[in-house]
Protein backbone atom coordinates (compact mmCIF):
# COMPACT_ATOMS: atom_id res chain seq x y z
CA UNK A 1 0.00 0.00 0.00
CA UNK A 2 1.07 3.46 -0.51
CA UNK A 3 1.26 5.87 2.34
CA UNK A 4 -0.82 8.65 2.29
CA UNK A 5 0.66 12.49 3.38
CA UNK A 6 -1.08 15.54 4.01
CA UNK A 7 0.12 18.57 3.18
CA UNK A 8 0.91 20.44 6.31
CA UNK A 9 -1.78 23.13 5.82
CA UNK A 10 -4.55 19.96 5.23
CA UNK A 11 -2.77 18.46 8.22
CA UNK A 12 -3.41 21.09 10.20
CA UNK A 13 -7.08 22.13 8.86
CA UNK A 14 -7.69 18.51 9.83
CA UNK A 15 -6.51 18.83 13.41
CA UNK A 16 -8.51 22.13 13.81
CA UNK A 17 -11.86 20.50 12.35
CA UNK A 18 -11.65 17.79 14.77
CA UNK A 19 -11.26 19.99 17.90
CA UNK A 20 -14.12 22.06 16.55
CA UNK A 21 -16.19 18.93 16.48
CA UNK A 22 -14.81 18.26 19.96
CA UNK A 23 -15.71 21.41 21.40
CA UNK A 24 -19.57 20.96 19.74
CA UNK A 25 -19.86 17.32 21.46
CA UNK A 26 -17.75 14.76 23.14
CA UNK A 27 -16.07 12.40 20.84
CA UNK A 28 -17.21 13.80 17.67
CA UNK A 29 -13.98 14.96 17.19
CA UNK A 30 -12.24 11.59 17.76
CA UNK A 31 -15.34 10.11 15.49
CA UNK A 32 -14.10 12.52 12.88
CA UNK A 33 -10.59 11.52 12.49
CA UNK A 34 -11.46 7.74 12.70
CA UNK A 35 -14.05 7.74 10.01
CA UNK A 36 -11.33 9.45 8.15
CA UNK A 37 -9.02 6.68 8.70
CA UNK A 38 -11.56 3.99 7.67
CA UNK A 39 -11.99 6.01 4.38
CA UNK A 40 -8.08 6.09 4.02
CA UNK A 41 -7.54 2.65 4.93
CA UNK A 42 -10.35 1.66 2.28
CA UNK A 43 -8.81 3.86 -0.52
CA UNK A 44 -5.67 1.95 0.10
CA UNK A 45 -7.46 -1.64 -0.28
CA UNK A 46 -8.86 -0.93 -3.67
CA UNK A 47 -7.96 2.52 -4.92
CA UNK A 48 -9.10 1.30 -8.38
CA UNK A 49 -12.63 1.48 -7.33
CA UNK A 50 -13.22 5.51 -7.25
CA UNK A 51 -12.29 7.44 -9.91
CA UNK A 52 -9.09 9.78 -10.32
CA UNK A 53 -9.85 13.62 -10.66
CA UNK A 54 -6.51 14.92 -11.45
CA UNK A 55 -3.46 12.72 -12.22
CA UNK A 56 -2.71 10.76 -9.58
CA UNK A 57 -5.07 11.98 -7.68
Given at each position: ????KFH ?50
Amino acid sequence: MKPVKFHPKAQSELLEAAECYEEHQKDLGKRFLEFLQESINRIQINPLIYRTIDEDI
